[in-house]
């Protein structure tokens, strides 16, 4: 994939005196960090390296009434998470450490450990990647923006700018990444921002517009992220770690059936929420409808390769839907939901579209295909080493017995717990860790916390586990918070007094709507 930098027609040439008053098309590890920033980093990860390995020490020689391989996980984790939280080293290279650790401790045999390598969860990632990355490659993505921003209802009004900016990076997070998706969407932003400011006068960078577009570009794009289980990938390891404690699937219709529950208010909200607090200097946008209309017919007709992209596309997402439909229309006992379900497992699903990816050719004369592996071979295997690891540390958890072991022992310290209670807990918890660490991080930590504390309490842990995996999502209040919060703060017309005041505000929102969603939606599907 191209670096969003090397993506000129997003904005035109007209522009580009414009953009280059914003910080745009920095890495995220270069977004507008200041000194003390800096600073404050290079202290975290310089404390994580030496605590990390102090706790994890600590908990070995303790004479503690636990039976080895409980006790070496329970080292293992607490070194796992303070790696995490502080970035000490790579996540992904944590992740791999935790595991070999388990290995080399006793925790478990290395056939045992290293099961979570064969997991269908690694299929269902690669499928969903290469998938959007076809979607990037050939512009489908691109194209259907500009047929958005361009849409007669859009016209030149800038609130209904917001919407359909907000609408567009929804829709794309729900099956590209987060990060992903803003880093393509924001030339065309900065773009939009720029020709306010020729109207209404005065620099780019300090419009309460410019604030409030580029706020629904990074919350919209977590919004999105939770419409579907591959939106963003911490999600992945989330349901992974429930199906294993609970036994019971949570299907890809689940799944987005609960999250639309919270997300379409969510999302309202959002917009009321950036519209008042950033009024617009200008009601309307003078030839943007125009501008917009312009670029969309640019690209001409559909290739052969946006074709063959939308079609498997659009099987790949029938084939992840029909079990939890058929669920719904023939019941969860018929035959034929369960040959279904049998047969349409998701991550088989995604793979098989992906495969018709390198089948389908996009220029016969040159025999290119859809996607060829120079563009597999971009696939963020970080993350998947994390995805992989995760299981590995989650499943090793309960087989072990020390999650139920540490519920037990919360439980007692905090007596009964509602299902409620724990979910908005759960929420709460998630959201709190995701604001200071990553998204990944967050569903490491709190999910086995939650799964513990709720088989503890006699509560299934679906709902609440669910509500936390939702939750890890959702950090608005900082620009270390989300990789697309970093991204538009580079911008330079996010100020942080800003984003903190939108940010909390929104988290608090999130807190509730998702336990509400979760467990209404959640209850009513049967979930509990």
Not at 218 to 226: D, K, V
Not at 475 to 483: L, N, R
Request: proline share 4%; charged share 10%.
């Amino acid at each position: 994939m191209s670096d969003p930098q090397d993506r000129p027609a997003a904005t035109g040439t007209d522009d580009q005196a414009g953009l280059e008053q914003f910080q745009a098309y920095r890495g995220i590890d270069e977004s507008a960090m200041t000194a003390a920033e800096a600073r404050f980093e290079r202290r975290r990860q310089l404390t994580g390296l030496v605590a990390g390995p102090l706790a994890a020490v600590l908990l070995l020689v303790l004479p503690l009434d636990l039976p080895w391989n409980q006790q070496a996980l329970a080292a293992v984790f607490v070194f796992t998470v303070v790696f995490w939280l502080t970035e000490a080293i790579p996540i992904p290279a944590t992740s791999l450490l935790s595991v070999a650790l388990m290995v080399v401790l006793g925790v478990g045999g290395a056939d045992e450990v290293l099961s979570s390598f064969g997991d269908t969860i690694v299929l269902l990632y690669l499928g969903a990647f290469f998938l959007s990355q076809a979607l990037l490659k050939h512009g489908l993505a691109e194209r259907a923006a500009y047929m958005v921003l361009a849409a007669r209802w859009v016209g030149s009004s800038v609130p209904r700018v917001v919407i359909a900016v907000g609408v567009v990076t929804c829709l794309f997070s729900a099956f590209v990444s987060n990060t992903v998706t803003v880093a393509m969407l924001l030339p065309t932003v900065l773009g939009i921002i720029v020709a306010i400011s020729r109207q209404v006068g005065g620099d780019p960078t300090r419009l309460r517009i410019a604030t409030a577009i580029l706020l629904m570009l990074a919350f919209s794009a977590s919004i999105g992220g939770a419409l579907t289980p591959v939106g963003a990938p911490h999600q992945l390891i989330g349901r992974d770690l429930l199906e294993q404690a609970a036994g019971a699937q949570v299907s890809f219709f689940s799944w987005s059936a609960i999250a639309f529950t919270f997300a379409v208010p969510l999302f309202a909200a959002l917009l009321l929420l950036l519209i008042r607090l950033n009024r617009p200097e200008a009601a309307h946008i003078d030839g943007l409808a125009a501008t917009m209309a312009a670029k969309r017919d640019s690209r001409g007709r559909l290739s052969r390769g946006e074709w063959n992209t939308l079609i498997v596309f659009a099987l790949v997402v029938i084939g992840w839907l029909l079990p939890g439909l058929s669920a719904l229309v023939f019941g969860p006992e018929s035959g034929v939901y369960q040959a279904l379900a049998d047969n349409l497992d998701e991550g088989i699903v995604a793979i098989l579209g992906a495969s018709l990816l390198f089948l389908l050719p996009a220029e016969r004369r040159t025999r290119t295909f859809t996607i060829e592996w120079r563009d597999a071979v971009k696939t963020d295997w970080g993350t998947l080493l994390f995805i992989i690891c995760g299981a590995a540390l989650g499943a090793q958890l309960t087989a072990t017995g020390l999650a139920e072991r540490v519920g037990g022992a919360l439980g007692e310290t905090f007596g009964s717990t509602s299902i409620v209670l724990l979910t908005f807990f759960a929420v709460v918890l998630a959201i709190l860790i995701s604001e200071v660490g990553s998204n990944l991080a967050s569903v490491g930590i709190v999910v086995p916390i939650v799964i513990a504390i709720a088989i503890a309490a006699g509560v299934n842990p679906l709902l609440p586990g669910l509500a936390a995996t939702f939750g890890s999502s959702f950090g608005f209040m900082m620009p270390i918070s989300t990789p697309q919060n970093a991204l538009v703060y580079a911008t330079g017309a996010v100020p942080i007094t800003k984003m903190v005041r939108s940010g909390i505000v929104f988290d608090l929102l999130a807190a509730v709507l998702v336990t509400a969603g979760v467990l209404g939606t959640g209850t009513l599907l049967g979930l509990v």
